[in-house]
């Protein structure tokens, strides 16, 4: 798929204000791209097809996420907001013909993170998180963040997200919990060294 027809058939999915996020994560991802040395045509393709499902029914995406044998039903356990994810992830590649794993587990992991992100993953993770739209309570830091480390801006983000669930008692996903371990060990050994 080249990118223009991604980007017209992710048009046709998205409300305009979200096509506009969208134009935004790509700019920004292609930024951290350039700066950590990922590759350009993955991350973009990755970060235009992001949202893909993002205005699916919870029903519609959730018998998506059951009938892909490799996604886990867990995905359906953990509140709707991450349900778009891995549908997203399946739904791209059903219906666009998305084949390159990279982008997929990019699209996959976009909302939750995980631990053992690849470049790519950290990097759509990171620009869905810090694009400028966004005003989320101590986003300039995680921007900050992101400017010197993929990892220290990608723990900064986990940690906001983890914080914001957790004050409204809302679920976790465990694969934030431990994108966030993962991350904490891994700077923490980075700064005593
Ligand atoms: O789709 P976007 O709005 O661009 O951003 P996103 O894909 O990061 O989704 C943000 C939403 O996902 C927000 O409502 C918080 C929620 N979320 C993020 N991580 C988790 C989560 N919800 C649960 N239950 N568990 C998580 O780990
Ligand atoms: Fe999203
Ligand atoms: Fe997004």
């Known amino acids: 798929m080249n990118e223009q027809r991604a980007f017209e058939a992710v048009k046709k999915q998205l409300k305009p204000a979200r096509y506009e996020h969208t134009l935004r994560v790509v700019e920004t991802a292609e930024e951290l791209a350039g700066k950590y040395h990922a590759r350009l045509e993955k991350v973009r393709l990755a970060a235009i097809l992001h949202d893909y499902a993002k205005y699916r029914p919870a029903s519609e995406m959730k018998d998506v996420i059951r009938s892909a044998d490799w996604l886990s039903d867990e995905w359906c356990s953990y509140g709707e907001a991450i349900l778009h994810a891995p549908a997203g992830a399946a739904l791209v590649r059903s219906e666009l013909g998305i084949t390159d794993e990279d982008v997929i587990r990019a699209i996959v992991y976009h909302t939750t993170g995980r631990a053992g992100m690849t470049l790519i993953e950290k990097i759509v993770f990171l620009a869905d998180y810090i694009e400028p739209g966004r005003k989320s309570p101590g986003i300039e830091s995680v921007r900050q963040a992101a400017d010197d480390s993929l990892d220290r801006g990608c723990l900064l983000a ?34 005593k060294s």
């Open 158 to 191: 986990l940690a906001n997200t983890i914080g914001f669930l957790t004050s409204k008692k809302q679920p976790v996903f465990p694969d934030t919990f431990h994108a966030y371990n993962e991350l904490v060990k891994l700077t923490m050994r980075g700064l």
